[in-house]
């Protein structure tokens, strides 16, 4: 059986972060941050590292279990069925979303005319076909599309560097430090959505445990600094105004790109969009994964399945029927997603950790005949 690598591990990561953030966190941040925005990563990754630290702590704890089993083993048999379900819902539902904004980008800037159905059809059965296979083929799969996005990302943000105007960034944090903090919020909530990795962890290789630690921290790291340079970009190209109001202003500095000797790459968004959709997909498929996974150990089936086509059509259904304009989910994001994806995503790992401690400490407790004698 082909396991995960620490490599393809930390490639998730990536995409799991950048792929949302990317076109979605400039405009988000310098709302409330204004110029000091691109600073608001480095306000978000701590998020990230405390993430990993809780699903690692719990891995240590419950070393080769899925986290269906943790959850038994924690909680019990009767709560920890309860917990892993809504934890399944809030994956599927997240998943649903990512679609929803997905389904916008893609009807704002390539199938302008096409049915909305069509298009979510059409999407909702690629992530079907892809998530029939295991996490160690989507974490390869993954890797590519991964490095694919950062590329033409470096490219982009190289040739728009002589476009920024330092001027765009004075005064210094015009929104103070408040501004700064509510500019972090929403992708501290992306940094905390490696908390998929507890998902396909029991299917990592037993020799690159020891790797995926270096390997995260340094994800994490090295994502933090890119984004901190896409806020930046954005920022010096188009300034505070323009970029607040725009809902994908990473994509609007691509007309300012250029390769060779001053000569205009025609139709570098082309080259970005088609990676950042692959990214967007395989960030919806790992979330659907984490809930497929759930059942799955839950009602003790040995493969997807039965399983998988469920979650995504139910998905591809909801899209339509609940979320019939992409600015409900923005509004969802903006306002209601910072509490909600925090309590699942770092509430509920450490949930998990504090009631393990506290089982383990009781059943270590002497009993009181043993003090007694």
Known sequence: MQQLDARSAAWI???????????????ISIQQAQNAAWLSPVLAVPFGFLTYGLIRALRRRHPGQSFTAIALAVF????????????????????????????????????????????????SLTIWLALRNRASVLGRVNQ??????AALLAILLV?????VHM????????????????GAIVPATWY???????????EMKPDEAALLDRRIIWTLLWTTLFLMIVNFAVLGVLGVQESARSGFPTLEITRYAQLGVGAQLQRFDILFIIPWIWA??????????GACAIIRDLLQHTTFDAFSSAIVFSGAGVVLVVFPKASITSYFISYDWPTYGLFFQIGMPLLFVITSLVRSRKLTLPTHAGDSS
């Open 76 to 123: 019990g048999p009767v709560v920890g069925r309860v917990v892993v379900i809504v934890m399944a819902a809030f994956l599927w539902q997240a998943g649903v979303i990512i679609l929803r904004q997905l389904l916008g980008f893609i009807k704002t800037f390539i199938l302008l005319e096409s049915p909305l159905p069509v298009v979510d059809f059409i999407l």
């Open 13 to 27: 990561v990536f995409v799991v972060i950048a792929s949302t953030a990317t076109l979605y966190l400039p405009s």
């Open 144 to 149: 590519m599309v991964g490095f694919a996005l």
């Open 159 to 163: 040739n728009t560097t002589p476009d």
């Open 280 to 289: 967007a997909i395989f960030k919806i498929i790992f979330f659907y994964y």
């Open 167 to 182: 001027s765009a960034f004075t005064p210094w944090l015009e929104s103070g430090w408040k501004g700064l903090i509510r």
């Open 192 to 202: 905390s959505q490696i908390v998929l990795l507890i998902f396909v962890w029991h």
